[in-house]
């Protein structure tokens, strides 16, 4: 079985541009993660989607991140413009509920650097 | 806010040598989750601790939940150059139901 999907993996822009990652979750999996995770930090939450509704949003910086699961299927999560600070890896998870008991799993995440 | 810290954040160590890493926090967790996550790579879970004063065995990983369920620990005996990585706690948050990670333990084992 395929495990959740995350492209690219690396991404290398000058502030002030957009950028775009795009995530495949696993087949039959309702929920969807998305997290920042800092160098040498854990990962931290920045969206939470239960097929295509946003169920939590509170941790994403809505003046410049942005976020779509159109068909509860795949994610796309969004930049503009990105900051120097936005350099991290962007993980995306996938869990077939969106209990605290589903078990989340993550995909190999995307590696931003803003310049 | 429920916070997690780990310690120590960074360890290296020897083949054959034993180690014990610790989860604290103020908070007290549902449950709480162990992860390990490889260069690249995302985390993948481990083990979930529910009930206070657990202890679960995975081949030479023993993890252990406090009484009060506010800390936890990890320990690897003989610890093997596959053991290399980062170590990630991560709380289930009694209230909202969210996984809190902490910032994570960085594990060098030397051959």
């Known amino acids: 079985e395929a495990g959740v999907v995350q492209s690219p993996r690396y991404k290398i822009i000058e502030k002030k541009q957009p950028v775009a990652f795009w995530c495949n979750p696993i087949?039959?999996?309702?929920?969807l993660y998305w997290y920042l995770q800092n160098l040498g930090q854990g990962p931290e939450l920045l969206i939470r989607?239960?097929?295509?509704?946003?169920?939590?949003d509170s941790q994403l910086p809505k003046d410049r991140f942005s976020a779509e699961r159109l068909k509860g299927v795949d994610s796309t999560l969004k930049i503009q413009p990105a900051e120097l600070g936005d350099s991290a890896v962007y993980l995306c998870?996938?869990?077939?509920?969106?209990?605290?008991?589903?078990?989340?799993?993550f995909g190999p995440g995307t590696r931003l650097t803003v310049l | 806010t429920q916070l997690l810290e780990q310690s120590p954040q960074f360890l290296s160590i020897q083949e054959g040598e034993n180690l014990t890493v610790y989860c604290n926090s103020s908070?007290?967790?549902?449950?709480l989750q162990w992860y390990r996550q490889e260069p690249g790579e995302g985390p993948v879970l481990l083990v979930t601790v529910v009930t206070g004063g657990e202890v679960k065995k995975l081949k030479r990983l023993t993890f252990q939940f406090g009484d009060a369920r506010k800390d936890s620990s990890l320990h690897i005996t003989a610890a093997q150059p596959g053991d290399t990585g980062l170590y990630l706690c991560?709380?289930?948050?009694?209230?909202?139901?969210?996984?809190?990670f902490g910032q994570g333990t960085t594990l060098q084992v030397k051959p």
């Open positions: 908070s007290v967790f549902s449950s």
């Open positions: 087949s039959g999996h309702n929920t």
């Open positions: 998870a996938s869990s077939l509920g969106g209990t605290s008991t589903d078990t989340q799993y």
């Open positions: 991560a709380g289930i948050s009694s209230n909202t139901g969210k996984l809190i």
């Open positions: 989607y239960e097929n295509e509704e946003a169920v939590d």
